[in-house]
């Protein structure tokens, strides 16, 4: 059976755009930037784990309808349709402030959980990014 989890995919309505804020800010890498004709395949990942990557997918064909499309990308506008990913991290405080630093506007500043510390932000599309620092 299964296993390993690959790869995962968000929408984003600008690949270049989406390349400058995971990788210009966030600090990740690209793990393939391929142009299929039919659409570009660029996912990223965190450096150094390629085993697990992330598709930053332009809604639209061929797995949608133009029709469709148009309605995922006005969704995503209001933030109704984002996806959500969660990084850990050894150190929650110190990895907001280096991300703040770079511009990194945030939906919830560092906080004691009951799982560790954790903040949110959300990318420039309206997907929801978590990262946590785990209890020791």
Known sequence: ???????????????DEALDFYVGKL?????????????????ISIPGHP?????LEKPGGPSMSEETAQQV?????????????IFSTDDCRKTYETLLGRGVEFTE?????????????RDPFGNNIRFTQPKS
């Open 1 to 15: 059976m299964f296993n390993a989890i690959t790869h995962s995919q968000i929408y984003v309505l600008d690949q």
């Open 27 to 43: 600090g990740l890498e690209v793990a393939a930037d391929i142009d299929l004709g039919f659409m570009r395949w660029l996912t």
């Open 51 to 55: 085993e697990r990557q992330v598709l």
């Open 73 to 85: 990308r006005e969704m995503l506008t209001k933030g109704a349709t984002g996806g959500m990913l």
């Open 109 to 121: 500043e560092p906080t004691e959980q009951p799982y560790g510390i954790d903040c949110a932000l």
